[in-house]
């Protein structure tokens, strides 16, 4: 046993309070171990958990290996079943350990790219990444895109370890060379450091020991590493940021506010500004379990009184007056999306920044990270492991730093707001300008009040998974007499019968615009119907109307309202002849051949339609014919999906 872990254990013995309280004092340090698969992360933590007698004695019976007479060291970390029948890492393994210099958090993550989320979820909070590259094969693409990922997340330090040395005679030249590959690719990923170490984590080669089988190499162990690395500055000390979680007020002589400093630090007589109301005041008392403090700083959990009586509550941040925060309602940021179901940009979601909870659209996807090759390509949505850039428009301000200074302000998780899922987590970019355009600052307070209109919590995407149908129109077209109400209520009816929700839109309940008059009344005509249908299509229903609507301008003009993708233009061809024999109204009575009465004493020529989605002509086939037709083309439209 090491002299260090005797001399702990000793203490252990002797006095188990002061051997507490030694290890509560030691400063905390997360890492985490990333790379491609097989490259023996799992491996690697099972032998600095062995090494530093941090494994207990059932975990080390159930990793012994009688076949080979030894430890198979990746079995105290990969725990699940499937993982050790496939030999790879799946979930997030989260290991504790401790010397007497450092307590130790090991996040274990997969090395797939199907599992990107749980190894964005496991480096979240890390100081330190690890990634390992096999000696024998070099920097692959997982190498670089889990460098990419670790910057992206704010890991400022990053430990390169060569592993698998004893499998290349630990030759110093290919430790060289893979150094100076992975050094060239990481120079703009923002690394605050970079480290080398040629290792064997099978063996244990420099992992805790340091390795006479490579006297070349002049730096220390991963442990020494590890125990030395410079952690204190990762912090944001300069900014004061106080999420308030809680108000208290256990009788009418207290009332504090309870909350996690973020960063920065507070000393009690201090002045302060809450957001969002911007009143000042004063700090009167910082409060803690063990009593009241001078001063308190980042990360601890306090409570903080104020001189005087103030509005404050939970999602409110408590700032210095002279150094405030961004205030938005628009952020820009990257995502890592982590659900199954993909991004909805039509539907509105929660997004959880601090202790607030706000809603927010999803206006765009910028781009997406090829996460073979880290190149950007264009993207509408995202799916299950995505990277991307988006968008955001929040309903109420946020008040935020960009992530790269400051992780616990920059960062939230966006979640259903349905289903109260966390899909997604983002790291806020840059903050947008609070510059209008007439080049004017816009007021604080305006900022902190202004909110946007409410956004449907319900997407026609998920009306159509609900209902099994598009929400859609279908616009009949045809001289008049020619049939097209008759087919209109046909398809409601048959729509209906098969377990469809479809409706007919009458333009008689229509009020027209005051316009008609103008020189082309059917334009105001037509487009006040489609305006309606498109209302009904964002229900999700199957808007069927019946209209004349005899000008190609008209349609097209019917066409934009709705969206080309949900509007079906069908022409019920009935020649002019048998429009007139069917004619029981007198709607042609005086008309002159090729025109009619569109319009009440307007009298103008029908335009067919030369690329209508559907033509019937119902002088040779029946209704029930022609509604078939309607619901095949709604079916291969993807209006309808059926249950086949």
Known sequence: MAQWQSSEHELAERDIDAFLEQNQQKELLRFVAVGSVDDGKSTLIGRLLHDTKGVYEDQLADASDAAQGGIDFARITDGLKSEREQGITIDVAYRYFSTPKRKFIIADTPGHVQYTRNMATGASTANVAIILIDARLGVQKQSRRHAYIASLLGIPHLLVAVNKMDLVGFAESRFVEIRAELVAFAEHLGFRDLTFIPISALDGDNVVERSERTPWHVGGTLLEFLETVEITRDRNSRDFRYPVQLALRPNLNYRGFAGQIA??????????????????????????????????????????????????????????????????????????????????????????????????????????????????????????????????????????????????????????????????????????????????????????????????????????????????????????????????????????????????????????????????????????????????????????????????????????????????????????????????????????????????????????????????????????????????????????????
């Open 263 to 644: 960063s920065g630090a507070i000393r009690r007589g201090e002045r302060v500004l809450l957001l969002p109301s911007g009143v000042t005041t004063t700090i009167k008392a910082i409060d803690t379990y063990g009593g009241a403090i001078e001063r308190a700083f980042s990360p601890m959990s306090v409570i903080l009184r104020f001189e005087d009586e103030v509005d404050c509550g939970r999602g409110d941040m408590v700032v210095c007056p002279d150094n405030l925060p961004h205030v938005a309602r628009h952020v820009e940021a990257m995502v890592v999306w982590m659900a199954d179901k993909p991004l909805d940009t039509q539907k509105s979601y929660f997004i959880k920044h601090t202790t607030r909870y706000v809603r927010a659209n999803i206006e765009a996807v910028e781009w997406l990270v090829d996460l073979e090759t880290l190149e950007h390509r264009p993207a509408a949505t995202m799916a299950l492991n995505d990277i991307g850039r988006v968008r955001l428009t929040c309903h109420q301000p946020l008040y935020f730093d960009a992530y790269t200074d400051n992780r616990a302000t920059g960062a939230f998780v966006i979640i259903d707001s349905l289903t109260n899922n966390t899909v997604g987590a983002g790291m806020i970019l840059e903050p947008p300008s609070t510059v209008s355009a007439e080049g004017e600052v816009e007021p604080f307070e305006e900022l902190t009040r202004r909110k946007t209109k409410p956004a449907t919590e319900v997407s026609p995407t998920e009306r159509a998974e609900r209902l099994r149908q598009r929400g859609s129109v279908v616009w009949l077209t045809g001289l008049p007499a020619a049939g097209k109400s008759t087919i209109a209520y046909a398809l409601e009816r048959r729509l209906f019968d098969l377990g469809f929700l479809a409706h007919v839109l009458d333009p008689d309940d229509v009020r027209y615009s005051s316009d008609r008059g103008a020189a082309a009344p059917e334009l105001f005509g037509d487009r006040s119907l489609a305006a309606v249908a498109a209302r009904f299509r964002d229900t999700g229903l199957i808007t069927i109307c019946a209209v004349v609507s005899g000008s190609r301008a008209s349609r097209e003009e019917a066409r934009t309202t709705v969206g080309a993708d949900d509007f079906f233009e069908v022409y019920i061809s009935t020649p002019e002849a048998v429009c007139r024999q069917r004619d029981h109204r007198g709607i042609y009575a005086g008309a002159e051949s090729g025109r009619f009465p569109e319009v009440e004493g307007v009298h103008r020529p029908y335009e067919a339609p030369t690329e209508a989605d559907l033509v019937l002509p119902l002088d040779r086939i029946g209704v029930d014919e022609a509604v078939e037709r309607l619901v095949e083309l709604l079916e291969e439209r993807r209006a309808l999906s059926f249950d086949r």
